[in-house]
């Protein structure tokens, strides 16, 4: 039967080995591949959006929440995330998540959240997402462009997390859920958008590695492609 012990001696080095606690010092351990181009509040986000789409939500998901802790993020930055989240993870995954997150809290007192978050837009109009994407997927099936942009508006307004925070919670997802046309050029626009380099693209799909090596490879054949078709390969 394997434990927490045995298991630790047949874990191979990996970059998701992002930090472990020491007083209240939130540090990033030896890994192969790195991604010094990624902070390590970057990578604690990356590590948790991998634990909400892939569901590991025991031993991992555990010490991804205390390293988010040692990292200053608070309970409500995690219930931003787990709702950020939510419109690719899909639903039902977010709120296995958000429930393990309340026993965490409750199990080891942990500060509880306070309430902040952002105002949802259920009953507008329009959406944040390009004009051309939206008329794409309009005439591809009305009905589904009109729920993308309630989607998409819902989660507009969000602040606690940066815009390149979010970029590179997107481009993961699309890693992992291996959604690596439309969904994956946008993400990366914005990414690049929001001041990302090519260099930090890469890292957020190279630090992808530890949670499915085969998918990271395909995205990056995909990222690669994308960013010599921009003219930004290497920079």
Known sequence: M????????????????????????????????????????EKVLLCLTADVCQQTLGLPFQQHVTMAGDCGLSADDLREVLRFIAYDSGYPAALAALARLTDLEREHALPAPTGQGHEVNANGTGSPIPEPMRQAVAALDAPFGIYMDLQSRMRADMRLLSVRERTFITMTVDVLFQTLQESFRAHLMRALGAGATPEEARAVVRFSTQFGMTKAWRAMHVLDALLTELGTARG
């Open 2 to 41: 394997l434990d927490r012990h045995t298991l630790r001696r047949i874990r191979p080095a990996h970059p998701g080995r992002v930090a472990h606690r020491r007083g209240h010092r939130c540090r990033h351990g030896r890994s192969r591949p790195a991604s010094p181009e990624l902070t390590t509040r």
